[in-house]
């Protein structure tokens, strides 16, 4: 929220907003000689509706450009920074993608939340050649660098996930009964294909498969069917909300399966507080972050410096907001992504380089999970780990698994 004006630079912070949602955040100079004294970058993400618990990925990375800023910029150019609300609306995704593009005229659209929210503007971003890049979803479809060259996904796909679950599930249960809540749009469809393929001929395991709508007010009925089909597994493909109700409605039906919930609704410091960490004892998801919920993490040299980031550039943050951890890394790979451009920061040129990233590390990730792109593998994060929650925080289960869905 910062506007910078030479020939003395000044700050102010400036939010600008339509009606309830919309919300902007300015950064670096004004408009002079556009691509070459600033670079402009905009952001789509959920700041209401029911997926705003993920908000700070979109708020986050105003303060970390902003201090990027202050440091003199990427190859002597600021940072313009501009993030808007959709609500998770896809039909207000279009709306606000189309404002981006033809009235901000962004340089790049950066880690827009969502995969129903992306798929609607995906097609128009690569009509207009505008980096669509490190979309806040594991969705596959956002590695579909033959069709949509200027889209790129970012956090692990959500089909390694699903085949993980299964491996896991076939190792230590092979008699499970399993039953699965998704939601209904490219995400739940797309671990739930993911967690089919990792079961093969044991599909037949599977004795509910329910999905649900982000407008539904629970998802309390799909977990009493699942119970009643005699689940002795249970699969919530959902976001955090539900993953909460879900976790909930278990408790108080007094029911005990092997619960597994994904990556993107598993934060400790959101979810299972919110559902209660007594109650949430037992559950398996997966992981790529130091995860800032974990005490075994407070004196981790990069969770204090991230914490102390938090203090300075986004104090509306909580300190342990795994979210907004995400935002700080993939603000990292962003700014990488940028130097490498050098002097050449038009379209082709940051598409280039995102897809020419090779063992780009953050302190952020687990150890061993790096960071990695070609022009024919537009999924920079395929490894994670499997991880249990004892009641205070996740304990890692296994090794770090390269799941390479881009060779699969």
Known sequence: MTSNRSPRP??????????????????????????????????????????????????????????????????????????YDDAYSPAKTVEQARKLVEGDEIDVLFSPLGAPTNAA?????????????FIASGATKFGDYKNFPYTMGFM???????????????????????????QNDDFGRDVLKGFK????????????????????????????RCKSAGATVFMSMTTPKFAAQGIKKIAELNWQPTHYIGNNA???????????FDISKGIISSAYMKDPVDATWDGDPAVVKWRAFLDKYDPAAAKND??????????????????????????????????????????????GIKVNTSPTDYYPLEQLQLVRFNGE????????????????
């Open 121 to 133: 503007i995906m097609k128009y971003m690569n009509q207009k050649k505008v980096p669509h890049l």
């Open 10 to 83: 000044t700050r102010r912070d400036l939010i600008k907003g339509t009606a309830a949602t919309s919300a902007t955040l300015l950064l670096g100079r004004p408009a002079i000689a556009k691509g070459k004294t600033e670079i402009v970058i905009g952001n789509i993400d959920a700041y209401s509706g029911p997926a705003a618990v993920y908000s700070s990925i979109g708020r986050t990375p105003g303060g970390y450009f902003k201090m990027i800023n202050e440091q003199g910029g990427i190859n002597g150019r600021m940072i313009k920074y501009i993030t």
């Open 393 to 408: 925080r996740y304990e890692i289960l296994g090794p770090v698994i390269d799941g390479g869905i881009s060779k699969a």
């Open 197 to 224: 393929d990792g079961l093969g001929a044991k599909t037949s395991s599977i004795v509910a498969e329910l999905s649900y709508e982000t407008s539904d007010p629970t998802i309390d009925s799909q977990v009493v």
């Open 266 to 276: 598993s934060s400790a410091g959101s979810t299972l507080k919110a559902a209660g």
């Open 156 to 182: 692990p796909c959500y089909q390694i996930e699903g085949r993980t679950f299964a491996q896991h599930v076939l190792a230590t249960q092979p008699d499970a009964k399993i039953g699965i809540i998704y």
């Open 322 to 367: 795994i979210y907004a951890a995400t935002a700080y890394v993939v603000s990292q790979v962003m700014v990488q992504v940028l130097k490498q451009c050098g002097d050449d920061v038009s379209s082709e040129s940051i598409i280039k380089q995102a897809a020419n990233l090779k063992d780009f590390e953050s302190d952020l990730l687990l150890s």
